[in-house]
């Protein structure tokens, strides 16, 4: 059985996996789950049967059957030792951790969709102040990591990508896409376009997915 990804094109856990295949040149089939269509796809039973969190994305290669974006990588990272996503040094493969930590647990957790639903919906917060929320805490977050990020190499740590990589590009594009400016942040700006030149990164980008609109 090939491997399979259980993905929604816009959902940034979902690229940071992407990414992390591309880059290890891992054959994989993508499989859609729309997280809005129909109520949500990820909420069915059979999906719900998969994964009982009902999130993307999920992982299945027939060893491994896993959700969480950052043990899906990890795993690839030492099922398929090349290139790698992880530091051989214990000190900075500790750096590209707490780097990808501050992104994935700080700054994407307070911006994904069942967040922002339950804002609209049970709490009936206006779109206005939803949308200040997610830039709020995204501009927080990138503060930290473009001082985490310091340096003159072409990727957050160092001459290729790593972790820290496939998880900032992704919160790039919804710093984009919340409209948040990013004048401040000059490194995780100049990360990002050298990460984006790379073919493995552009093929994980949304708008390259099956699913996307």
Known sequence: MPARLYSYWRSS???????????????????????VADGGEHRKDDYRARNPQMLVPFFDDGRVATGQSQAIIEYLDEAH????????????????R???GAICSDIQPLQNLRVLQYLDRELEISEVAR???????????????????????????????TLADACLVPQMYNARRFELPLDDFPRLVAIDAACNELDAF???????????P
Request: aromatic letters at 10%.
């Open 13 to 35: 856990a979902s690229y940071r996996v992407r990414i992390a295949l591309n880059v290890k040149r891992v054959a994989h089939e993508i499989v859609p789950v729309s997280l």
């Open 81 to 96: 030792p090349a290139p790698k996503l992880l530091p051989d040094d214990a000190a900075a493969r500790a750096r590209v």
């Open 98 to 100: 707490a780097f990808a």
């Open 131 to 161: 949308m200040d929320w997610v830039r709020y805490w995204i501009r927080a977050g990138f503060e930290a990591a473009e001082v985490l990020a310091a340096g003159d190499s072409p990727f957050t740590f160092g001459d290729s990508p």
């Open 202 to 212: 552009r093929r994980a980008a949304p708008e390259a997915q099956p699913d996307a």
